[in-house]
């Protein structure tokens, strides 16, 4: 089945404790991309890679890192996790031409 | 810089009767316009997109250039489509930022039965 993989699904961490979420497809997109939800500011863009080694900002990079060392994954990561990172979290792919990306089933974290 | 706004963060309606689901945007560029629904405790699904021109559940969209509108419209309302409404907007195929998409801020469409 064609999908996109985050894991884990539930995450409570302590401020400034390193944590990575992971993301994976299986769709082979070249396009993938990282997301928070938040009540009333909608999703915004963190990062988004065009293909292997390749990444950009998005809209509020701040706090993040990413990589994308194969085309399959592409793993968010919080160095020093705040508070204000507690969020919805959506990884998502999509392929050049293919329109539209496919999103994962969500990651939420909260960081006390 | 790419904005979507979409002005409703509510909207209800009743069974059977129109709804329209606004959404307005700010590009400089060819804009590539979806839009997502997200129902309840669901991930996001992509609903329509411009250049398909396609019909998905009831739903339909046009894009109005000279408006810089995307609106959303159903004939009539079903209860099944209560859920969370995202308009969004990325850069054409073949623009070096065509894996930037941008959401507007989501309408909560209630259908009443």
């Known amino acids: 089945e064609a999908q996109v993989t985050q894991n884990p699904r539930y995450l409570i961490t302590v401020t400034g404790k390193k944590l990575t979420v992971t993301c994976s497809q299986n769709?082979?997109?070249?396009?993938m991309s990282w997301y928070r939800q938040d009540p009333g500011l909608g999703l915004r863009q963190i990062y988004y890679?065009?293909?292997?080694?390749?990444?950009d900002k998005g809209d509020v990079p701040e706090g993040y890192k990413v990589s994308r060392k194969e085309k399959r994954n592409f793993p968010l990561i919080l160095e020093s996790p705040s508070p204000n990172q507690t969020s919805l979290y959506f990884c998502?792919?999509?392929?050049?031409?293919?329109?539209?990306?496919?999103f994962g089933s969500g990651t939420r974290l909260t960081v006390v | 810089a790419q904005r979507v706004t979409q002005p409703e963060k509510l909207l209800s309606v009743f069974k059977g009767a129109p709804v329209e689901l606004k959404c307005n945007y700010s590009?400089?560029?060819?804009?590539?316009l979806f839009w997502y629904v997200q129902y309840s405790r669901q991930r996001l699904q992509l609903l329509l997109r411009?250049?398909s021109r396609e019909s998905i559940k009831g739903f339909t969209a046009d894009l109005n250039k000279g408006e810089t509108s995307f609106h959303l419209k159903k004939p009539f309302a079903q209860e099944e489509d209560s859920a969370m409404y995202y308009c969004?907007?990325?850069?054409?195929?073949?623009?070096?930022?065509?894996?930037?998409?941008?959401f507007g801020q989501g309408t909560i469409l209630t259908v009443h039965p």
């Open positions: 590009y400089s560029g060819s804009p590539e």
């Open positions: 411009h250049i």
């Open positions: 890679s065009m293909n292997v080694e390749v990444t």
């Open positions: 769709m082979n997109h070249e396009y």
């Open positions: 969004a907007l990325s850069e054409s195929a073949g623009g070096t930022s065509y894996g930037k998409l941008t």
């Open positions: 998502a792919s999509t392929s050049w031409g293919h329109y539209g990306y496919t």
